[in-house]
């Protein structure tokens, strides 16, 4: 099987800055795994795009998107589940 390579956006990382420290860890193992599963079992295909996915990570989730053709998985938004699809 094919690895996908993982990209972060910058606001992204921010995001992953402004986490509690406890959950930091857990979301950075999801989305390593993504890299050699980048559609796991729990992930939600979003409307709206034709490549855009969320995975649930306790109270927050992580929103992807995967180009299959070039095997990345680039990773958009991290944010509580409250927050995280408000424009």
Known sequence: MD???IDWKASALRE???LD???VPRIITSVEALSSNPFPSGVKKLHGGESTFR???GDYRVIYEVSSNHLIVE???IRHRKDVYKK
């Open 16 to 18: 992953l800055k402004r």
């Open 55 to 57: 995975i649930r990570i």
């Open 3 to 5: 690895t996908y390579r």
């Open 21 to 23: 420290r406890k959950i």
């Open 75 to 77: 990773i958009a938004r």
